[in-house]
């Protein structure tokens, strides 16, 4: 019997992720998908899908976000490799810093991180009048398509750099060394050898940077004025709809959900395709370089760090000004901070609260599930990694009135409070966990789990002493993506919360919506500083034994 | 581990028609072979052939779908893989890379909840008897192929498991190591007296360190016995031509009642003693060193001949087309023969192989 259990614990795992999965994902999903097919009084229709593909305003609109979302995905992916490959391969003593960097820029809090870059770039943007006053150079207009996708490329190719320079750190280093050796050139081993044994990572990457940019909303909202996608739709439909029953809303969302899982499905099979096995026994040495290629390689490596983190660093700068109800005045103080520490410290411990236990959760189901899809491959195992991508790639409005339906009647009532809060944040957040998880178990050898088990452990234990420790680097990488994205997370959290439940973003949309720019900006830095801590710290407890991400 | 303590009973290991399929591929075919308690026993045969998936499946990583395994007449088919009392030798090594060498040899015996002190002591002696003491303290990344190998094996037989299985342990380092790692193997195996199960595609290795070996093909087993039985006594084609080097030369053969065989290859007539009559064609496979010159035999001339210090490997082009080889002790002879000699290739018949093209058994008496 004792015997039987052990060797079903895997099999308990899968039903309780199984649970986990239906009763926070696939029954809210459930209740849009329906809303999606009826009509406001519950009859049965496509007119919503009908009404969407019939107007070619709205056809525009769906080539609008393939178009963004494409082309942000592409430039992202080539420069997103060009600098994990530069800063993983090439010693700088830099690297540490610009590593912190450009996860930095990941985070551009929302709202605030567009409003920088109008600020900056606007019609009277800084930026652009002192470039007409002092250079009489007129620089081309960040609002509409463009604008979109440069805010987009500078904010989302840190996904790509991210997972791309974890998979090159862990390539065996003979594997490079062999093909050096059968002649091939630097360029054709790059291309033919380390590239294609990393795909899988940048893959993960470009996936992640897609779906964000199919469903981030705030900056199409700000700069793209009358360019409209997915999701400036989807969320303009729910608020017009507001009081009703969102039909033609959960439509679109329906839309964009069947997207994404295309998206999905087309990833999981390459994966399938390649799945390589790697024990990296002797990661590649970073090459030193001499002085002038460096410095050749360095100046374009900075200018893309500092233009990513412009929206902090003029978020930061702001922060301090003195400011007159919308407007920054001359002279510096820390009467922004004033104003929120007395004013709006509920926002900040509910921050906090809610986003570390979701983050404990996320650490634990994820490795959970980042396991049974890797090693316990089944399609039930498949179905359930794929439904917790789901909420990541649903826009966080749809997400959050999914749970508000699901969970505000018998036998749930709980809209309001930091339950609900925290399960959408769990939910939505996750999959940074489990993608970059089960990106370091592809790469992990199956036989070393095999050799604890045949030294007497038993599969669960091996699991805590020997999967977990080595997978650890990329649960962590994964867990400090999604603390980050949970802490700057809006578009849900401003339709789930409440008085009492409101956290820190939902304030600063508050107070831009306000045009208190003042206390925004002093609760984004703050933001931004506690990812800035958690970061110096995680350095301190890997001891450099695990690169940051 | 070794002497001071009771030591625990090495197991005796039955197979008894063990099947494995894989979809519709079936990689071990109703393979049965009894091991013995302490024996070094070897699955030798071409990659495919499902060495490794047996050695697997009495690990317990593979389910079976038909048959029994049995460790001391224990069933063991359900019990689970890391309750089987077995050690295990891993192609990659599989050394865990996040611990020292010492908390590596030092991870079974925690999981099985021994005193710090003894593991201690267990550990140090186990380093030592594969010379790796000085390395207690690197991590894996900072050892060689060579040294991570002996990590491999004293974290495997410091459990003191019942059965040792080893995949292909040596597949990885260079020949010079192999040899030198093949020789600390096979004395820890003496030393220690588990049972030990080896896979490995390379006849040599297998011939040098093995008890027993059984030579696998296709999912079957195709011959079991002691290196020099096999070697010298294959039991059909596949045997002779897999173990060791050996020549195939085509006769004509006439079998009569008192078990002879008359083999006629060209003016050259051998007669043979078999066990099973045999007409019309057979194989004769003699090895390199079984083939001598003589003043009659087959006819041919030297194509190439190769000095190799204690002996000299001559290729023989016979005269009907045949390739053949041929060594020749130096120890033995004055001089080397010039390429291009004209020679007669003789054999004593009742040291070889005759084999029945028709079965591809060898039907060879073998001086019984």
Same mark, same amino acid.
């Given at each position: 019997?004792?015997?039987?259990?052990?060797?079903?614990?895997?099999?308990?795992?899968?039903?309780?992720?199984?649970?986990?999965?239906?009763?926070?994902?696939?029954?809210?999903?459930?209740?849009?998908?329906?809303?999606?097919?009826?009509?406001?009084?519950?009859?049965?229709?496509?007119?919503?899908? &009908?009404?969407?593909?019939?107007?070619?305003?709205?056809?525009?609109?769906?080539?609008?976000?393939?178009?963004?979302?494409?082309?942000?995905?592409?430039?992202?992916?080539?420069?997103?490799?060009?600098?994990?490959?530069?800063?993983?391969?090439?010693?700088?003593?830099?690297?540490?810093?610009?590593?912190?960097?450009?996860?930095?820029?990941?985070?551009?809090?929302?709202?605030?991180?567009?409003?920088?870059?109008?600020?900056?770039?606007?019609?009277?943007?800084?930026?652009?009048?002192?470039?007409?006053?002092?250079?009489?150079?007129?620089?081309?207009? &960040?609002?509409?398509?463009?604008?979109?996708?440069?805010?987009?490329?500078?904010?989302?190719?840190?996904?790509?750099?991210?997972?791309?320079?974890?998979?090159?750190?862990?390539?065996?280093?003979?594997?490079?060394?062999?093909?050096?050796?059968?002649?091939?050139?630097?360029?054709?081993?790059?291309?033919?050898?380390?590239?294609?044994?990393?795909?899988?990572?940048?893959?993960?990457?470009?996936?992640?940077?897609?779906?964000?940019?199919?469903?981030?909303?705030?900056?199409?909202?700000?700069?793209?004025?009358?360019?409209?996608?997915?999701?400036?739709?989807?969320?303009?439909?729910?608020?017009?709809?507001?009081?009703?029953?969102?039909?033609?809303?959960?439509?679109?969302?329906?839309?964009?959900?069947?997207?994404?899982?295309?998206?999905?499905?087309?990833?999981?099979?390459?994966?399938?395709?390649?799945?390589?096995?790697?024990?990296?026994?002797?990661?590649?040495?970073?090459?030193?370089?001499?002085?002038?290629?460096?410095?050749?390689?360095?100046?374009?490596?900075?200018?893309?760090?500092?233009?990513?983190?412009?929206?902090?660093? @003029?978020?930061?700068?702001?922060?301090?000004?003195?400011?007159?109800?919308?407007?920054?005045?001359?002279?510096?103080?820390?009467?922004?901070?004033?104003?929120?520490?007395?004013?709006?410290?509920?926002?900040?411990?509910?921050?906090?609260?809610?986003?570390?236990?979701?983050?404990?959760?996320?650490?634990?189901?994820?490795?959970?599930?980042?396991?049974?899809?890797?090693?316990?491959?089944?399609?039930?195992?498949?179905?359930?990694?794929?439904?917790?991508?789901?909420?990541?790639?649903?826009?966080?409005?749809?997400?959050?009135?999914?749970?508000?339906?699901?969970?505000?009647?018998?036998?749930?009532?709980?809209?309001?409070?930091?339950?609900?809060?925290?399960?959408?944040?769990?939910?939505?957040?996750?999959?940074?966990?489990?993608?970059?998880?089960?990106?370091?178990?592809?790469?992990?050898?199956?036989?070393?789990?095999?050799?604890?088990?045949?030294?007497?452990?038993?599969?669960?234990?091996?699991?805590?002493?020997?999967?977990?420790?080595?997978?650890?680097?990329? @649960?962590?990488?994964?867990? &400090?993506?999604?603390?980050?994205?949970?802490?700057?997370?809006?578009?849900?959290?401003?339709?789930?919360?409440?008085?009492?439940?409101?956290?820190?973003?939902?304030?600063?949309?508050?107070?831009?919506?306000?045009?208190?720019?003042?206390?925004?900006?002093?609760?984004?830095?703050?933001?931004?500083?506690?990812?800035?801590?958690?970061?110096?710290?995680?350095?301190?407890?890997?001891?450099?034994?695990?690169?940051?991400? | 581990?070794?002497?001071?303590?009771?030591?625990?009973?090495?197991?005796?290991?039955?197979?008894?028609?063990?099947?494995?399929?894989?979809?519709?591929?079936?990689?071990?075919?109703?393979?049965?072979?009894?091991?013995?308690?302490?024996?070094?026993?070897?699955?030798?045969?071409?990659?495919?052939?499902?060495?490794?998936?047996?050695?697997?499946?009495?690990?317990?990583?593979?389910?079976?779908?038909?048959?029994?395994?049995?460790?001391?007449?224990?069933?063991?088919?359900?019990?689970?893989?890391?309750?089987?009392?077995?050690?295990?030798?891993?192609?990659?090594?599989?050394?865990?890379?996040?611990?020292?060498?010492?908390?590596?040899?030092?991870?079974?015996?925690?999981?099985?909840?021994?005193?710090?002190?003894?593991?201690?002591?267990?550990?140090?002696?186990?380093?030592?008897?594969?010379?790796?003491?000085?390395?207690?303290?690197?991590?894996?990344?900072?050892?060689?192929?060579?040294?991570?190998?002996?990590?491999?094996?004293?974290?495997?037989?410091?459990?003191?498991?019942?059965?040792?299985?080893?995949?292909?342990?040596?597949?990885?380092?260079?020949?010079?190591?192999?040899?030198?790692?093949?020789?600390?193997?096979?004395?820890?195996?003496?030393?220690?007296?588990?049972?030990?199960?080896?896979?490995?595609?390379?006849?040599?290795?297998?011939?040098?360190?093995?008890?027993?070996?059984?030579?696998?093909?296709?999912?079957?087993?195709?011959?079991?016995?002691?290196?020099?039985?096999?070697?010298?006594?294959?039991?059909?084609?596949?045997?002779?031509?897999?173990?060791?080097?050996?020549?195939?030369?085509?006769?004509?053969?006439?079998?009569?009642?008192?078990?002879?065989?008359?083999?006629?290859?060209?003016?050259?007539?051998?007669?043979?003693?078999?066990?099973?009559?045999?007409?019309?064609?057979?194989?004769?496979?003699?090895?390199?060193?079984?083939?001598?010159?003589?003043?009659?035999?087959?006819?041919?001339?030297?194509?190439?001949?190769?000095?190799?210090?204690?002996?000299?490997?001559?290729?023989?082009?016979?005269?009907?087309?045949?390739?053949?080889?041929?060594?020749?002790?130096?120890?033995?002879?004055?001089?080397?023969?010039?390429?291009?000699?004209?020679?007669?290739?003789?054999?004593?018949?009742?040291?070889?192989?005759?084999?029945?093209?028709?079965?591809?058994?060898?039907?060879?008496?073998?001086?019984?």
């Amino acid at each position: 019997m004792h015997q039987k259990a052990n060797r079903d614990v895997w099999s308990v795992m899968k039903v309780v992720t199984l649970i986990f999965v239906g009763l926070s994902i696939l029954y809210p999903l459930s209740t849009v998908v329906i809303r999606s097919v009826t009509t406001s009084d519950g009859n049965a229709t496509l007119q919503n899908f &009908i009404k969407f593909f019939s107007k070619e305003y709205y056809l525009d609109v769906l080539n609008n976000t393939m178009f963004v979302a494409g082309v942000t995905t592409l430039l992202s992916v080539v420069l997103g490799v060009a600098m994990a490959y530069a800063l993983t391969r090439y010693d700088f003593r830099l690297k540490r810093v610009l590593n912190v960097c450009i996860i930095l820029s990941l985070m551009s809090p929302p709202f605030i991180g567009a409003y920088s870059w109008i600020l900056l770039f606007g019609r009277s943007g800084f930026v652009t009048t002192k470039a007409l006053e002092w250079f009489g150079w007129v620089f081309p207009t &960040i609002y509409g398509k463009w604008g979109i996708v440069s805010v987009f490329v500078c904010k989302m190719f840190p996904y790509v750099y991210l997972f791309t320079s974890g998979a090159l750190g862990s390539i065996d280093s003979s594997l490079e060394e062999a093909a050096e050796n059968l002649g091939s050139t630097k360029g054709y081993r790059l291309f033919h050898i380390t590239l294609p044994l990393v795909s899988p990572s940048i893959l993960a990457g470009a996936v992640m940077v897609f779906m964000s940019a199919v469903s981030d909303f705030g900056t199409p909202m700000l700069i793209g004025e009358n360019y409209k996608v997915l999701a400036t739709l989807v969320y303009e439909q729910y608020m017009s709809e507001m009081g009703t029953s969102s039909n033609f809303a959960s439509a679109v969302s329906m839309i964009v959900i069947v997207l994404c899982i295309l998206l999905l499905l087309l990833q999981r099979w390459y994966l399938n395709r390649r799945n390589y096995c790697m024990t990296s026994l002797r990661p590649p040495q970073p090459q030193k370089l001499r002085f002038g290629k460096k410095l050749l390689m360095l100046v374009p490596i900075l200018l893309v760090v500092v233009i990513a983190l412009l929206p902090q660093i @003029v978020v930061i700068v702001t922060s301090f000004k003195n400011c007159n109800g919308p407007y920054f005045v001359a002279g510096w103080s820390l009467e922004s901070y004033q104003t929120i520490f007395t004013r709006m410290v509920r926002g900040i411990k509910n921050t906090y609260f809610f986003s570390v236990i979701a983050l404990a959760v996320m650490i634990v189901v994820g490795s959970v599930t980042a396991y049974l899809s890797v090693r316990k491959r089944s399609l039930l195992t498949a179905a359930i990694d794929m439904s917790l991508m789901v909420p990541y790639v649903i826009p966080g409005a749809v997400m959050g009135l999914a749970l508000i339906i699901a969970f505000n009647r018998s036998p749930f009532y709980l809209a309001g409070t930091a339950f609900i809060m925290i399960l959408c944040y769990t939910v939505r957040k996750i999959p940074y966990t489990v993608r970059s998880a089960s990106g370091f178990l592809q790469q992990m050898e199956l036989s070393v789990e095999e050799a604890s088990i045949n030294l007497g452990v038993s599969p669960a234990k091996t699991f805590f002493k020997i999967t977990l420790p080595l997978m650890l680097p990329g @649960v962590v990488s994964g867990a &400090i993506l999604s603390w980050i994205e949970t802490i700057n997370e809006l578009s849900s959290s401003i339709l789930l919360y409440t008085g009492k439940t409101i956290t820190m973003s939902v304030a600063i949309y508050n107070e831009v919506a306000r045009n208190s720019f003042g206390t925004a900006a002093a609760m984004a830095t703050i933001l931004t500083i506690s990812a800035i801590i958690m970061l110096v710290v995680f350095n301190r407890v890997s001891k450099g034994k695990v690169s940051i991400v | 581990m070794v002497g001071n303590e009771e030591k625990q009973m090495s197991h005796q290991v039955s197979i008894c028609n063990v099947v494995k399929r894989f979809g519709d591929f079936t990689a071990v075919d109703g393979v049965s072979l009894e091991i013995k308690e302490g024996e070094f026993f070897t699955l030798l045969g071409p990659s495919g052939c499902g060495k490794t998936t047996l050695l697997r499946a009495i690990a317990g990583f593979n389910q079976i779908n038909e048959g029994e395994i049995r460790f001391s007449d224990r069933v063991i088919n359900q019990i689970p893989a890391h309750k089987r009392d077995i050690g295990m030798v891993f192609q990659n090594y599989a050394i865990f890379p996040h611990l020292t060498v010492r908390e590596n040899v030092a991870y079974g015996l925690k999981a099985k909840k021994y005193p710090r002190k003894e593991i201690d002591a267990k550990v140090t002696q186990a380093l030592e008897m594969v010379q790796i003491a000085a390395l207690k303290d690197r991590k894996p990344s900072e050892l060689s192929g060579g040294q991570q190998q002996r990590v491999a094996l004293a974290r495997a037989f410091i459990i003191e498991p019942g059965v040792l299985l080893m995949d292909e342990p040596l597949s990885n380092l260079d020949a010079k190591l192999r040899v030198q790692m093949r020789s600390v193997i096979k004395k820890l195996q003496r030393r220690l007296g588990i049972t030990t199960i080896y896979v490995t595609h390379d006849q040599e290795e297998a011939l040098a360190i093995s008890d027993r070996i059984a030579v696998m093909k296709a999912g079957h087993i195709m011959q079991v016995g002691a290196p020099e039985e096999v070697y010298r006594h294959p039991q059909n084609r596949f045997v002779s031509g897999f173990i060791g080097t050996t020549n195939f030369i085509e006769s004509a053969a006439e079998t009569n009642g008192g078990g002879i065989a008359l083999l006629k290859m060209e003016d050259y007539t051998v007669r043979a003693r078999v066990k099973r009559p045999v007409s019309g064609k057979a194989l004769v496979s003699a090895r390199p060193e079984q083939l001598f010159f003589g003043e009659e035999g087959i006819a041919g001339r030297i194509s190439l001949s190769t000095f190799l210090g204690d002996f000299v490997e001559y290729e023989v082009q016979t005269d009907d087309g045949q390739t053949l080889l041929l060594n020749e002790y130096t120890k033995d002879v004055s001089g080397v023969r010039p390429d291009g000699e004209r020679c007669h290739v003789r054999f004593d018949a009742d040291s070889i192989a005759v084999i029945d093209p028709e079965t591809e058994e060898v039907v060879s008496a073998f001086g019984i």
